[in-house]
Every structure is written in C-alpha cells, then in structure tokens.
C-alpha cells in the first residue's frame, strides 16, 4: 500500500511568510502555483517539506501547521532527503515535477525563524520543477517515477 500522500496544498503572495492551506483541486501550470510567490520560470517553482519535519519542530510554544514553513506542498510518507536532484515525482493523475534543489539558504527575513528561533526547510525542504501540469488536492498519492542522480 502506498502510504505517499499530499497532506496540503499551501499558498503565499508573499516571500519568506507562512503559506495558507487551499481546499479542493489546485491548478499547478508549468510555472508552479498560480499566485504563488515562489511561482516563476525558474528551478524553485515548487517547495515540498515533510509532515514529518514539521512534527520534528513542534514545541517552543507554538502549535505548526502545513504551510508554517513557507513550503507549498506538504508530504507525508515520503523521505524527502533520500530523493537526488532529477528525480521525478508524479502528484495525483497527472502532475509530473523534478527535484531540482535540496535544502537552501535561510534569508535573514523568515517569519518562522523570527518566532520559532529554527527553521527546518533550509535543512529538510526540497524544490521542484513542473514537468506536466496538472490539478492537485490533499490525498492525492505521490509516486516516484524515477530517482535522479547516476543512472
């Protein structure tokens, strides 16, 4: 069984804040989410991070939620950190994305940092390119379609 699956869908206008989750199908273009901050034609279209990361940060005060750590896909069952740069997920029926980054640079702006004193998507999160766009929602399974790296 696989047990791969979107926990939410979240959007920001703005950079470096908490993404807000979406309910029902989200339209994913071949530039990212649209109206997301991060949307573009660049190699960070979209940023996936663990429910599992966000379970790791719980405490300090504060109860987190998806979308807390700016990513737009929140993923459950999936090890993240195990994916090499060029691997292809699918999301759902149809949306095909590659994993282009692994982690990143913390700004000094980060709403998460600023309350939470950590941030876990510099260390845990991961970026993605749209491949084929689609529609996603919360449930839909996530397949890896093949793992990047050294063939």
């Keep these: ?10 959007i920001s206008e703005q950079k ?3 993404k807000h989750p979406l309910q029902g199908p989200v339209t994913i273009s071949m530039l990212g ?3 997301d901050a991060h949307a573009g034609d660049w190699h960070r279209q979209l940023s996936l991070l663990a429910q599992e990361s966000i379970d790791k ?3 300090h005060g504060l109860v987190l939620q998806p979308g807390d750590f700016a990513e737009n896909i929140t993923t459950q069952g999936l090890d993240l950190l195990t994916l090499p740069i060029g691997t292809r997920l699918k999301i759902g029926t149809a ?4 994993v282009t980054q692994i982690g990143k640079e913390c700004h000094l702006g980060c709403e998460i940092r ?11 999160g991961i970026f993605t390119r749209v491949i084929t766009p689609g529609t996603i929602e ?8 093949s793992k990047g790296g050294t063939p």
Excluded: H
């Excluded at 069984?1 to 979240?10: E, K, L």
């Excluded at 600023?114 to 845990?124: A, Y």
């Design 95 to 98: 949306v095909m994305m590659e």
């Design 138 to 145: 919360a449930g839909d399974i996530i397949s890896i379609i």
């Design 114 to 124: 600023k309350l939470v004193g950590d941030c876990v998507m510099p260390r845990e």
């Design 33 to 35: 989410m649209q109206g």
């Design 16 to 18: 470096g804040t908490r």
């Design 1 to 10: 069984m696989n047990d791969r699956v979107v926990v939410s869908v979240n």
């Design 57 to 59: 940060m719980q405490g």
